[in-house]
């Protein structure tokens, strides 16, 4: 049976759901692996293996959703809670840049006390200020999030956010696409299976790309696990938005859901699985955040052709324990010691050149920054302009 | 790989018991296709010992700290850490490992230590080993082939001395030097036998310039095609990390050496390391089996 799936999937066939689970369950990793590869050759010809440079900023980690897997996010009125100021971002763009770095990845928690008009003003002032830097933020769950609380429709919202400046969609808060799982985590509430897919559709409509992401190792079932590639891969037929799938590992510490981490060969089996679905979505990244560098480089072998984001900053994983680092150099020092050649590339997956670190001097990376400093409190200044809707935020804005 | 026919008339060749040619294992060290250098180590591996993966359990004690805390019950293997300068306390630690192991399996130093306490001493090696010996070291803890000189007198001393459970490892070769290593200790082993494990990755980690995965799996897959008439071999859990050490059982690692013997779970771990280690095993598709120190099943 396997040996005939095999064969199928080599001959280029498109897999159905019992097939992929049949798969994933049955097939030895290594063919599972040779199939994924075969795959990425067949869609990546001349070996190339792409990075972006970019610096993944969480604007804040005040969050109403309270997903039970979440150890980033902080209630609203919490001491620990924070949003950044447009100088702050700032900053982080200049630093950013220095390294060579082209995109803004752009996520934070479902904050009551940030308008609409905040997010506008925000993109408008990073585009004036840096014409040339592209805005990759917002995922699904934060535009459902900013449409319900300003009681303006998904559409609407896109196409605002557009007009100051949004030019990609994140592909987070996917978590896995089935309902009874999502009820589960908790975030059932911050958007459903279906309403994901659909703020997904209209992003796409409206003329974005963006990627399309899944955290496995909760609750799910191996079925559950391919019913979300599934619907990925039925979006991907309707619109062909998605650039890239992104797989990571549900990391567990200091979450309320607990429990453990899966395993390696259990990342690189998912990933493989996924290249062989989703046969109608180009790229796939190496999800090194949560797997360490090492098997960051093995899923390479496992279907990955993209090695994604030489970080810079990253505060959501290492809220739940994973804390690897990789600069530019190490990431291109792993693409080319598993025998492919280098690619920076921007969100749509063109080509932007060689290394910058060939071409340039840029600072060594040995370790990610954070959102904020350790005991930095400061409201930014320019919160003030903008009505809150909580008590806590009310206050903080009458205490200013 | 430069063929799938050449990988299928390897495949075969190792599927019938057939040994790999040095060119093969050269040609498959330099091919960056590492799933078929993987599956190929993955058949040896399974010929060799089916789907069983052993674990062994390590209280590591420094040698000048108090073995009777740093040993609990669990370790199947006391090693003991760093060396003093003088033999008379090398002796005196092994003495004190010993009497906190009873009969469990005490290991430690490394032959530079050997050599070490033997110029110190103004003693022939021979000489330290046999008092070591006496004093309850039943194994050294590492043997780095890339800083040993004349790997055959080393090894010869050794099993003139008794020591008959020897692990041979690599401090800090590069890839392409550790796969020379692996077939000489397979020459090694023929001409004297008494090695009874490999540890194909560096011990001494470049924190600048890290070992990368690829590196790492494809030095696992390479011992073990290369050397399979030494029955193990290890990585180490501790060291290479639980992804890294899972992924390498399916490149032919058929041991997860130095498992922490504490059961406590630090740091917010839920589990105990013994279950981390077995949950791991079997989510590679393999059966887990505790061994202690001489190798030996835990029942
Ligand atoms: S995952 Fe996102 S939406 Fe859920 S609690 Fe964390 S920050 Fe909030």
Known sequence: ?400 | MTSSSTFDRLLDRVNAGERLTADDIAQLAATPDILSVGMLADALRRRLHGTRVTYARVAACAFDASFANAVPPVAREIRITGCPTSLTSARAAVESAKAVAGDRLVSGFCWQDVERLGSNAGLPVARVLAELRAAGLEALAEMPMDAIDDEAAVIDTLRQAGFDRLRLTVAKAPAAERTGAMLRAAALQARFGGIRAIGPLPTVLDALRPTTGYDDVKAVAIARLAAPNIPTVQVDWQRDGPKLAQVALTFGADDLDNVTASDEAPDGRRRAPVEEVRRNIEAAGFTAAERDGRFHPVS
């Open chain 1, 1 to 400: 049976m396997v040996d005939e799936l095999a064969r199928k999937v080599m001959d280029g066939a498109r897999v159905g759901a019992a097939d992929a689970l049949e798969l994933y369950r049955q097939a030895p990793t290594h063919l599972l692996g040779r199939l994924a590869d075969t795959i990425r050759a067949r869609r990546h010809p001349p070996r190339i293996v792409t990075y972006i440079i970019d610096r993944n900023v969480n604007y804040t980690n005040v969050c109403v959703a309270r997903c039970n897997f979440c150890a980033f996010y902080r209630p609203v009125g919490s001491s620990e809670g924070y949003v950044l100021g447009f100088e702050e971002i700032f900053r982080k763009i200049d630093e950013t840049m220095a390294v060579g770095g082209n995109q803004l990845l752009l996520q934070g928690g479902h904050n009551p006390d940030l308008p609409i008009a905040w997010y506008e003003d925000l993109f408008r002032a990073i585009k004036g200020r840096y014409p040339e830097l592209r805005l990759h933020a917002l995922s699904p769950p934060e535009i459902l999030h900013i449409s319900r609380i300003n009681h303006v429709p998904v559409p609407e919202v896109v196409a605002r956010l557009v007009a100051a400046g949004l030019d990609s969609i994140p592909g987070g808060g996917a978590e896995i696409l089935v309902d009874r799982v999502r009820k589960l985590l908790n975030c059932y509430g911050k958007a459903s299976a279906d309403e994901w897919i659909d703020v997904m559709r209209h992003a796409h409509r409206a003329g974005l790309r963006a990627t399309a992401t899944m955290m496995y190792g909760t609750v799910e079932t191996d079925e559950e696990r391919i019913e979300h590639l599934i619907r990925v891969r039925d979006l991907q037929d309707e619109t062909g938005g998605f650039t890239a799938f992104i797989a990571w590992s549900f990391q567990p510490e200091h979450t309320e859901r607990g429990g453990v981490e899966a395993t390696g060969i259990d990342y690189l089996r998912t990933l493989a699985l996924a290249r062989i679905v989703l046969d109608n979505v180009d790229n796939l990244q190496a999800s090194w955040v949560t797997q360490g560098g090492k098997v960051g480089q093995l899923s390479l072998a496992f279907g990955a052709n993209d090695m994604g984001s030489v970080m810079i900053e990253e505060n959501v994983v290492r809220a739940a324990g994973a804390s690897y680092c990789m600069d530019e150099v190490e990431i291109v020092t792993n693409i080319e010691d598993a025998g492919f050649v280098p690619k920076r590339r921007n969100m749509h997956y063109e080509i932007l050149g060689d290394p910058i670190f060939r071409e340039r001097e840029v600072p060594r990376m040995l370790e990610l920054a954070t959102a904020r400093s350790a005991g930095d409190t400061s409201v930014p200044e320019q919160l003030r302009q903008y009505p809150a809707r909580s008590r806590a935020g009310k206050q903080l804005r009458l205490a200013q």
